[in-house]
């Protein structure tokens, strides 16, 4: 309906770099970290949100806008959804520099606006750290080692769907989602193995999907909730009897 096009426009590169599985492999690793800390500060942070008892949800909304609005001021490409920034990667617009600048604020970014409890979502935000890192990863190894002929948009490319499935823990689903959004199939290979490193990683170090995480919070929240009204109910039953 939208038209036969991809999300994402990314060259393509030399066919034999794809099936030179190791890199991937050693990326998988260190984005199942990554992913286990992303995980674990999001929830950090909205446990801090949650404490913040003296400011009601908008203000607390308000101040993680105005911090956001802050940098959206010096730098407007840092903020929104990622994908504009995500392209920028796997065009090859950031040198090595600027691709860890990016990462960073973005893992911090990212996560602050999600505590913010406003409609949002961490799917864009993963894809922007996956790819930022991804690219990253590929310019080091091609430093360290040019010729191992690593391709930094093919490594952007695998980190977009290992991140989210360190993150989600479903790998199929991130490999699709890569695949249909960028066209590069001939990563399918690179994307499973990078993919199921980051799970094996993720679950050695005990972090569970961010999704599963955010849903067990949610019960939590409204089972309290419950706790807190019942006794109110109790006392108008009591008086009406």
């Known amino acids: 309906m939208l038209g036969n096009h991809f999300d994402f426009a990314v060259q393509r590169v030399d066919f034999a770099a794809t099936w030179n599985i190791f ?3 050693m990326l998988g690793v260190l984005l199942g970290v990554i992913g286990a800390l992303y995980n674990r500060f999001i929830v950090v942070l909205l446990r801090f949100t949650d404490k913040s008892s003296r400011l009601t949800s908008v203000q607390r909304a308000a101040c993680i806008g105005a911090t ?7 730098e407007p490409m840092l903020v929104g959804g990622g994908d504009n920034l995500t392209q920028a ?5 950031y040198a090595l520099e600027g691709l860890a600048i990016l990462f960073v604020l973005r893992f ?5 606006s999600y505590a913010a409890g406003t409609p949002g979502g961490l799917f864009g935000p993963m894809l922007v750290l996956g790819a930022s890192f991804g690219a990253f990863f590929g310019d080091v190894i091609n430093r360290a080692s040019p010729n191992l002929g690593v391709s930094a948009t093919a490594c952007a490319v695998v980190g977009m769907g290992a991140l989210f499935s360190a993150c989600v823990r479903a790998p199929l689903t991130g490999i699709v989602l890569t695949v249909e959004m960028t ?22 170090l005990n972090s569970k999907p961010i999704y599963e995480t955010l849903k067990h919070r949610l019960l939590d929240r409204q ?9 109110i109910r109790d006392g108008f039953t009591r008086t009406d009897a």
Not at 108 to 112: E, I, K, Y
Not at 223 to 230: C, G, N
């Open 89 to 93: 990667v796997l065009s090859g617009r």
């Open 183 to 204: 066209g590069r199939g001939d990563l399918t290979l690179a994307l499973l193995s990078a993919s199921l490193v980051a799970i094996v990683m993720t679950m050695a």
């Open 108 to 112: 911090f970014l990212g996560s602050w």
């Open 23 to 25: 890199p991937f492999l």
């Open 223 to 231: 089972a309290l909730a419950k706790e807190k009204v019942a006794p």
């Open 68 to 74: 956001i609005g802050l940098a959206a001021w010096f």
